[in-house]
């Protein structure tokens, strides 16, 4: 099994001023990297807690600090290890299919996701022997 793609960092214009506020905006056929077809957010994750823990078959994803701190532990198919902290609501992470990732928050950071697919259980790699498994086939 094979992922030609990485994740990597997206930066979005803020639209806005200090003394206004600002406006981050992502449009499909502008800077979207692939069609929207679910948007989920997670919030009130304790500091000490670690989420993820998973790798998906097919889905693609961009994510969102809009609040805080967020870390990604991102490992490819092909053994990149890379951390991703997001802490600016204008930089997204582009996570292609096939990445192990483990995530952890800052207190009351909120991440918003915006996914390529409707939620599938079926689509998630839950066990990094599996998902190791996969290098191989
Ligand atoms: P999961 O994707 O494992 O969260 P994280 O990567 O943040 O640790 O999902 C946690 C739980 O929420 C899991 O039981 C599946 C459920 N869930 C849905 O029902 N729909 C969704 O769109 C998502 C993302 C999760």
């Known amino acids: 099994m094979t992922s030609t793609d990485k994740p990597s960092l997206m930066y979005f214009n803020s639209i806005g001023s200090a003394h206004l506020g600002f406006i981050t905006v992502t449009e499909p056929g502008l800077n979207m990297p692939f069609e929207i077809k679910r948007v989920y957010w997670t919030y009130y994750t304790p500091q000490n ?14 994510i969102f600090a ?3 701190k967020i870390t990604f532990y991102t490992e490819t198919l092909a053994g990149q290890k890379d951390t991703f902290v997001l802490e600016e609501p204008n930089v997204g992470l582009y996570i292609p299919n096939l990445v192990w990732r483990d ?5 009351s950071a909120v991440l918003l996701c915006l996914a390529s697919d409707i ?6 790699i839950r066990s990094y022997e599996q998902f190791q498994s996969l290098r191989s086939s």
């Open 49 to 62: 807690v670690q989420r993820g823990g998973h790798a998906h078959f097919d889905l693609h994803q961009l």
């Open 66 to 68: 809009v609040s805080g």
């Open 103 to 107: 995530i952890t928050f800052s207190h």
């Open 119 to 124: 939620y599938k259980s079926s689509d998630y």
